[in-house]
């Protein structure tokens, strides 16, 4: 499998999408941020019935409350009967609020506000900081194990490639106009794994074709070596990106969006490691050209 004579293609179309993400993020003034990220309100009105979603939008723009998305949660008896508002904006008052449960309790007589808290500065900026921390000390700890396991530039790779996995997967969230809750994190955190899993796998072959045959040019041993973590790691990537798909088709909109979101991460973790990991490497080692000695067959 040749890959290293065409690491500027793959250069270019990791660029263009990463562009393609800047552009989208400028024109639109930012990702599509979560309540988490820009502050507001979130409000439960609980009917204690199901509901017709119309009646809890038309009670809604009655009070002065437009344009906030609407989402239904399910109590133990899985009956439609709690109405979830987050409104990214201040100007969702206790008066605009009181307004919509009148509205809406003339029509559901049992209805109540089970959940009405308002998210400030101090919450976003802990809501930010917690996945924020966790991914950069989890990042910290990789690259110093990859230091300890393989050598230095091997090390420096994995981190390279896993922050390419990461820029990538926000550039199709911002492409996608995805919405970056909290949860995205963890989705980031899960695609970061695996990326990290795919290069681990890569590079402890490299290091295992290097410690029998120390001679062969490191291109030499790229090339050898990504047939065989392909085929060793190809269902894995398969089966999570099917289950993620199926969870897409057949879970709660919310549900569905982030696992769109982890089957896209994947992907682009499989692409990072059969075409990108590779060519970063031998940048690293510059030892693109064959060495004289000897050479895997």
């Known amino acids: 499998m040749s890959v290293i004579k065409n690491t500027k293609l793959y250069i270019l179309i990791s660029a263009l999408i990463i562009i393609a993400g800047i552009v989208v993020t400028l024109l639109c003034n930012g990702f599509n941020l979560?309540?988490?990220?820009?502050?507001?309100?979130?409000?439960?009105?609980?009917?204690a019935v199901e509901f017709n979603p119309k009646d809890i939008t038309d009670a809604l723009n009655k009070s002065g409350i437009k344009g906030v998305p609407l989402q239904i949660a399910f109590n133990d008896q899985t009956i439609k009967s709690v109405a979830i508002l987050k409104a990214k904006t201040q100007n969702v008052t206790d008066e605009k609020i009181n307004a919509a449960y009148e509205i809406i309790k003339s029509k559901y007589t049992q209805t109540e506000i089970k959940y009405n808290e308002v998210i400030g500065q101090t919450a976003r900026l802990r809501w930010f900081l917690t996945p924020a921390v966790a991914i950069i000390v989890s990042v910290a700890?990789?690259?110093?194990?990859?230091?300890?396991?393989?050598?230095?530039?091997?090390?420096?790779?994995?981190?390279?490639?896993?922050?390419?996995?990461i820029i990538l997967l926000l550039a199709v969230a911002a492409i996608t106009r995805h919405?970056?809750?909290?949860?995205?994190?963890i989705v980031i955190m899960a695609v970061a794994a695996f990326s990290i899993y795919l290069n681990f796998a890569l590079f402890a072959k490299v290091k295992e074709h290097l410690k029998h045959r120390p001679n062969t040019s490191d291109k030499n041993v790229i090339e050898k070596s990504l047939p065989e973590t392909i085929n060793y790691l190809k269902y894995p990537a398969a089966s999570l990106i099917l289950v993620a798909l199926v969870l897409a088709l057949l879970a709660q909109p919310m549900i569905s969006g982030l696992a769109l979101v982890f089957a896209a991460g994947i992907a682009i973790s499989v692409y990072s490691n059969i075409v990108f990991a590779g060519p970063v490497y031998i940048k690293l080692t510059g030892t693109n050209k064959q060495k004289p000695k000897e050479a895997l067959s």
């Open 34 to 47: 979560g309540i988490e990220f820009t502050g507001g309100r979130i409000i439960a009105f609980d009917t």
């Open 179 to 185: 919405e970056i809750t909290s949860d995205f994190a």
């Open 141 to 165: 700890i990789v690259f110093v194990f990859a230091l300890v396991y393989f050598k230095q530039k091997i090390a420096l790779t994995i981190l390279i490639c896993l922050v390419h996995d």
